[in-house]
């Protein structure tokens, strides 16, 4: 099977040597994504405004590979303080309304850019 490399215009392009995501058969996987803008510029602000970045990212990979965030199976989301979780999740539950995804949550030492979220998902294409 061959992979596919996706990219959009639509999310910030990768910051190394890396794609936003690759296919292969029906499954995605996308790269993580920091509350970054299409343009490149960082979206400063709460946990609630970079989560909601880091979605609109998200469905913009997704959508590019003919995919939506009803068929992502799993979830990674990285906090660089973990008492953000519950204002971070409050934001993805807006997101998966009806069964959501498989998902881990951790916190890790440093985030790219010293963002406050990153999120990577796999999902159906």
């Known amino acids: ?22 296919s292969i058969g029906n499954l995605l996987f996308c790269s993580g994504q920091i509350p970054l803008k299409p343009d490149g510029s960082l ?3 709460s946990i609630e ?5 880091v979605f609109e990212n998200i469905k913009a990979v997704l959508a590019e590979a003919g995919s939506s965030l009803e068929k992502v199976v799993k979830t990674t989301c990285f906090l660089s303080d973990m008492n953000n979780f519950a204002a971070m999740n409050a934001v993805y539950g807006t997101y998966f309304t009806e069964n959501p995804p498989a998902r881990s949550t951790v916190q890790v ?8 979220v990153e999120i990577e998902v796999i999902a159906l294409i």
Do not use: F, W
Request: charged residues 20%.
């Open 43 to 45: 979206q400063d602000g």
């Open 109 to 116: 030492a440093r985030l790219p850019r010293d963002v406050l």
């Open 49 to 53: 405004e970079q989560t909601t970045q």
């Open 1 to 22: 099977m061959a992979k596919t490399i996706i990219q959009t215009n639509d999310a910030p392009a990768a910051i190394g040597p890396y794609s936003q995501a690759v």
